[in-house]
Structures are given as structure tokens and as C-alpha cells.
T-cell receptor
Framework: NAGVTQTPKFQVLKTGQSMTLQCAQD?????MSWYRQDPGMGLRLIHY???????DQGEVPNGYNVSRSTTEDFPLRLLSAAPSQTSVYFC???????????FGPGTRLTVL | AQSVTQLGSHVSVSEGALVLLRCNYS??????LFWYVQYPNQGLQLLLK??????LVKGINGFEAEFKKSETSFHLTKPSAHMSDAAEYFC????????????FGTGTLLAVQP
């Protein structure tokens, strides 16, 4: 199993550009989440999904969209990037009846 | 609502010394508590978790943590630090079950001096 994979590893955007951060897992996990990590603030939940076709907002959802068309994939979209979205983004997944989340390696995003 | 507070954003110990990383939680219902470790330029890896079973939880790499309800604490310890323990450590809380909302602390960066 590859576990949770994220692409790209690094990305630089200009303000106003759009992009999609990809996340995939091959463990057949129902739950998937997106977090952003900022210095001194830990990880904050952006959006999450409890299964294909079901998504919900986390703590800091503004400026981000998600969809879950398959169990495996959970892309995060930035429609109009802003410098405040400069961060490291982590995707995570877990099985329905467990509490352990598995994290991807992260995407480091810089918005100029 | 749940929250966690990690006291000390930076902790430095000598190799071979005791490691103590502090975490206090707030929860209106019995919590599930976790410690994650993040090595440089990597994702988070689960160290250990408390899910209402034994209050003393043993994890990987010689770490353990004790759930103390009276003190609302879940401090992480290791008797003897190793250079490879240098990393950032995150405490996290959830109410478990159906929720997917894991609430993280702000992290503690552990430095190990030779």
C-alpha cells in the first residue's frame, strides 16, 4: 500500500491564481480530511469527508473547496489564491470505526 | 468543544535525559487523546493514543503518556532521550466515534543536545 499520497510536494502561486492539491489513499478509508499547518498554530482542519459524495467544513474552510467523487480521492481547490493561504497542507484518512488518522507527506504552498 | 494546550513551544534536553512534553485538554465529554510526531519535512506519525482503556499508554520509540482526568492532562514522557527523538510533537483531542474532527495543539519542538 502507498498509504496517503499528495501532489505536488511544492507549489508557488501568484495571488489570484487557482490550483488543486491532490490527495489519494489506497486503504479504502471512508474518512478523509485536509489540514493546514502554520507556525505556532498547529494543524487546523479545513474540510473533511465521511464518504464519497459527502463533505463538510472544518475550522478554516474559507477560500477552499472540496469534493469527494470517489473513496480514494479528495482534492482541495483554491479558487483564487491569497498570500494568507501560504502554508503546508496535509491530507489524512482513517477507517470509519477507528480513531487513528494516517497523514500524507504534505504540500508546501507559497502564494506571492 | 474540545481543545488542547501544549505548554512550551520549544523543549531542549540532553541525550540520555528524561523527556517530558506537557499537554492539557479541555473536553465536556470523555476525550480520546493522541500524540503525533513530525520529523523534518515529513507528515505526522501516530506515537500513541488514549481511547478510554488503560490510563498509562505505551507508544512507539519508548514513549508513553498517562491520562490523568483529575488534572486534565496527557503528558508525554520518555526516560532517556535519543538524538533521533528530535522532532515536533503534537497533542490532539477528539470525542471519538463518528466525528472526524481532530483538534491539535500548537506543537512542541524537541531538541536533543549531545
Amino acid at each position: 500500500n502507498a498509504g496517503v499520497t499528495q501532489t505536488p510536494k511544492f507549489q508557488v502561486l501568484k495571488t489570484g491564481q487557482s490550483m488543486t492539491l491532490q490527495c489519494a489513499q489506497d486503504m479504502n478509508h471512508e474518512y478523509m480530511s485536509w489540514y493546514r499547518q502554520d507556525p505556532g498554530m498547529g494543524l487546523r482542519l479545513i474540510h473533511y469527508s465521511v464518504g464519497a459524495g459527502i463533505t463538510d467544513q472544518g475550522e478554516v474552510p474559507n477560500g477552499y473547496n472540496v469534493s469527494r467523487s470517489t473513496t480514494e480521492d479528495f482534492p482541495l481547490r483554491l479558487l483564487s489564491a491569497a498570500p494568507s493561504q501560504t502554508s503546508v497542507y496535509f491530507c489524512a484518512s482513517r477507517m470509519r470505526n477507528t480513531d487513528t488518522q494516517y497523514f500524507g507527506p504534505g504540500t508546501r504552498l507559497t502564494v506571492l | 468543544a474540545q481543545s488542547v494546550t501544549q505548554l512550551g513551544s520549544h523543549v531542549s534536553v540532553s541525550e540520555g535525559a528524561l523527556v517530558l512534553l506537557r499537554c492539557n485538554y479541555s473536553s465536556s465529554v470523555p476525550p480520546y487523546l493522541f500524540w503525533y510526531v513530525q520529523y523534518p519535512n515529513q507528515g505526522l506519525q501516530l506515537l500513541l493514543k488514549y481511547t478510554s482503556a488503560a490510563t498509562l499508554v505505551k507508544g512507539i520509540n519508548g514513549f508513553e503518556a498517562e491520562f490523568k482526568k483529575s488534572e486534565t492532562s496527557f503528558h508525554l514522557t520518555k526516560p532517556s532521550a535519543h538524538m533521533s527523538d528530535a522532532a515536533e510533537y503534537f497533542c490532539a483531542v477528539t470525542i471519538g466515534g463518528a466525528t472526524n474532527k481532530l483538534i491539535f495543539g500548537t506543537g512542541t519542538l524537541l531538541a536533543v543536545q549531545p
